[in-house]
Structure formats: structure tokens, C-alpha cells
């Protein structure tokens, strides 16, 4: 088998901004479901939210690719 | 016909979440990609190493910027 | 930083090589079993929706019924809501696509064909091709070519000095990243979906030629693989569904005037 350990890096990094989309969505979502008026309040910051943990996982990406 | 119609602020809603969430990782990648690049081709360049990572915190940085502009302010 | 880990047994694991398949004609290249699969492909989409469309009944047969859900859903739920008022022009386009890939994509797990097309990168990357010229021909031919530019590069409400970064993520976004990650998802999805199987039906098989205690694991692979075949099926439909909903999404912002 070959390979480079730089992927199994990525997959480890990719770990937590799995969990915390997870996470943003489902709040968002059983907010959404309580108070179906609040959407628009909450959906900025559900996807600045999602933006941010995004960002952690495209640059685990960018830098398994890199180094 | 009419159901959909009485449905379609909720419809249309959803499809604009759809859409914002695939232009945010769009944004997000090509930020990181274009001022990484950037970096990176200066770190060529220069002969130094810690530019790439200097361009990829500013393509993050200025991503996350626009979509909150995009998607976040009122 | 290369690791390279021994195969104790000499078994090789199936690789990037396994989708390189030799010209079928001499060495032709363009005789490659992608190629007749797409031919195949197009064949049987127009034959199918010839047949079901011929005799078209109030009360319908199965297959009317059949290719009418299809026609419908792709009309309804993607066109329809997604593209507004003016979706009827681009129907004919997000259809097509649509059974086009789901038809490839399916290929891979039919007896016998077991190749998924859009395993080989080319062919996602001309249907992108497709949809990138088309939603900038519809926002340049709605919008005129400077207002469209315009738009793509300056978002209002910004002080001066920062376009200098912005810009170049907006262009960046719109003329390289759109169609390479529409073309790469598709493509990245068939390709380690096939992979996969190959792991573990080809693993199995392997198991099988080993010591008892391998024997007896074997069929935890193979059942694994068939699993994993409901599952790709699952996928297949969801990619074709995928890239035909982004299609339709960057047509419908093609066409609406945000600013």
C-alpha cells in the first residue's frame, strides 16, 4: 500500500468540522421547528457559523495538499 | 396548483438556503486557493515557507468577510 | 513524506489503475469501454423515452407512467421551483443532463456494464462545460455584459481598499470554482464509490483463496459489498440529482437581478 500520512491528517482534521456542522444545523433546524418566525433572525448566524467551521475544514484541505 | 402556490414563500425559502450553502464553500475554497496561491507563489519567489500560510489566513479571513456580507447582514 | 506499507500475502489492492481500461479496437484509444457506455447510454435514454412517450394515453401504461414521473419531477421540483417563471426554455437542457448522468452513473452497479462513466474525469468535466457557458450566455444575454461584471466584482456596501481582496475570491468563485467542483464532486463520488466495491468484492475473493480462518471471514466482505451496492445506488441518484439542482440554481441566479 502507498500513500502519504498528509491524508490521514486531513481525516483526523476533518473530524471536528464535521461535528460542529453537524451540530450549527441541528440547532438551527429544532430552533427553526419551535419558532418558525425566528428564521430569519437565525439564519445569518447558522451560516456564519457553518462559514467558520467550514473554513477549518477546507484549510486541513488546502495544507494536506501543500506541505 | 394552488397548494404550492399558498407553499411557495416556504419553498423559495429553502431553495435560497440550498443555494447560500453551496456559494459559501465555493467562496470559502476559492479564497483559500486564490491568496494561498498567492502565498505560496511568492514563498517560490522568495525562498521563504510561512507566506503560504500568511496568504491562506487572508483568504480565509476575506472569504468568511464576504459571505457575511453576502449572507449575513441584513 | 511517502509510506508504504508491505502486503504481506501479495494481495494488490484495487488502484487508480483499475480504471484505466484498454481500447477494445486494436489501440484505438477512443475504443475505450467509457466511450461505447456512453453510446449505450444514449441509446437506451432515447429508446426508453420514445417508447413510453409514443402512445401517450389519459389513462397510462406503466412505462408512460414511468417516463412521465421522470419528465415530471425534473420539470416540477427542479425547473419549476427552482428557476421561476421562465423555466420552461431550459427544461429540455436539465433534462437531458439529468438522465444522462443518473443512466451513466447506474452503470456501475448493473451486472455486467459495472462502470460508472463519470469515473473518468473528462466526461464531468464537459457536462460542467456545458452548464458554465450556458448560465453565463443566459447572465450576460439578461443582464448585458458590463452590468454582469460588474456585479460579479464589486459587492456594494464595501469600503474602497478592500476590493483588492475581494475581487479576486468573487471572479475566482464564479469562473473556476463553480465548474471545477461541480465537475469534481460528481466525478470524486463514482470514482471512490467504485472503488470501494472493487475493495471489497475483490477482498472477499481474496479471503476466499486464503487459510480456513480467512474462508470463514469472506462472506462478511462480500455481504458488505452488496450492502455497500444499495448504498452506491442511493449515491448514484443523489449525484445526478445534485448536479442537475446546481445547474438549475446558478441558471436561476444568472437570471435574477440582486442588485
Known sequence: MEGTLNLVGYGLSAIGPAIA??????????????????????????????????????FGLVLAFVL | MSRRNSNNDNLSNSQNEENALWSIVGYLLSGLLIW????????????TT????????????????????????? | MGV?????????????????????????????????????SVILISVF???????????????????????????????????GHEFMRFVPYLFTLFTFILTNNLFGIIPFLQFPTMSRVSFPYVL?????????????????????????????????????LLTPIEVATYFIVRPLTLSLRLFANMFAGHLLLLVF???????????IGLKLVSPFAFAFGIALTFFEFMVQCLQAYIFTLLTALYIAGALADEH
Open chain 2, 36 to 47: 494561498g496561491g498567492i502565498g505560496w507563489g511568492f514563498d517560490r519567489w522568495l525562498g
Open chain 3, 201 to 211: 468484492i475483490l477482498g472477499g475473493e481474496h479471503l476466499l483463496q486464503g487459510v
Open chain 2, 50 to 74: 510561512y507566506l503560504v500560510l500568511v496568504g491562506m489566513l487572508l483568504g480565509a479571513g476575506a472569504s468568511i468577510y464576504l459571505v457575511w456580507l453576502r449572507f449575513g447582514r441584513d
Open chain 3, 128 to 164: 460542467a462545460l456545458f452548464t458554465f457557458v450556458i448560465f453565463h450566455y443566459v447572465a450576460i444575454k439578461h443582464k448585458g455584459l458590463i452590468t454582469y461584471l460588474k456585479e460579479i466584482m464589486f459587492m456594494p456596501g464595501v469600503p474602497k481598499p478592500v476590493y483588492v
Open chain 1, 21 to 58: 456542522t453537524g451540530m450549527i444545523f441541528a440547532a438551527y433546524i429544532s430552533g427553526v421547528a419551535r419558532q418558525p418566525e425566528a428564521r430569519s433572525v437565525l439564519q445569518p448566524i447558522a451560516f456564519l457559523g457553518f462559514a467558520l467551521a467550514e473554513a477549518l475544514a477546507l
Open chain 3, 4 to 40: 508504504r506499507l508491505a502486503a504481506e500475502d501479495g494481495f494488490q489492492p484495487p488502484s487508480t489503475a483499475d480504471f484505466e481500461l484498454p481500447p477494445v479496437f486494436g489501440d484505438n484509444p477512443y475504443t475505450t469501454k467509457p466511450v461505447f457506455l456512453v453510446f449505450f
Open chain 3, 49 to 83: 423515452f420514445i417508447l413510453a412517450s409514443r402512445k401517450a394515453l389519459v389513462v397510462p401504461s406503466k412505462l408512460q407512467f414511468a417516463g412521465e414521473s421522470i419528465y415530471g419531477f425534473v420539470r416540477n421540483d427542479l425547473a419549476r421551483d427552482v428557476i
